[in-house]
């Protein structure tokens, strides 16, 4: 059974930093692309960041880029995303998911996906 457990959601100020884990099982996780996507209330749920394990390439949303950084640690199966200067509009919902396509990076491309983690930026 496939599981992702996301973690680190919180509040922070704008200019702030947080990082997201995503913890994984029960998947050959060298052979997935894992991502982080998010929804804000009202809105569409949108790509942030994906990672293919089976080959390291990166995808960043123009959003986040430079801002954010994915990684992934095999040994341990958790994806991270560490997140610098945060802003009020970052605030959402961050969910990870995951892919047995390797190249995946959009939504519609991800079948699993966890319970996600409340991030908020915010004075």
């Known amino acids: 059974e496939v599981q992702l457990v996301e973690s680190g959601g919180g509040l922070v100020q704008p200019g702030g930093s947080l990082r997201l884990s995503c913890a994984a099982s029960?998947?050959?996780?060298?052979?997935?692309?894992i991502g982080w996507f998010r929804q804000a209330p009202g809105k569409e749920r949108e790509e942030v960041s994906c990672i293919s394990n089976h080959d390291g390439s990166t995808y960043y949303a123009d959003s986040v880029r430079g801002r954010f950084t994915i990684s992934s640690d095999n040994a341990r199966t958790t994806v991270y995303l560490q997140m610098n200067g945060l802003k009020p509009e970052d605030t959402a919902v961050y969910y990870c998911?995951?892919?047995?396509?390797?190249?995946?990076?959009?939504?519609?491309?991800?079948?699993?996906w966890g319970q996600g983690t409340q991030v908020t930026v915010s004075s």
């Open positions: 029960g998947f050959p996780f060298d052979d997935y692309a």
């Open positions: 998911a995951a892919s047995a396509d390797h190249t995946a990076l959009w939504v519609h491309e991800y079948t699993d």
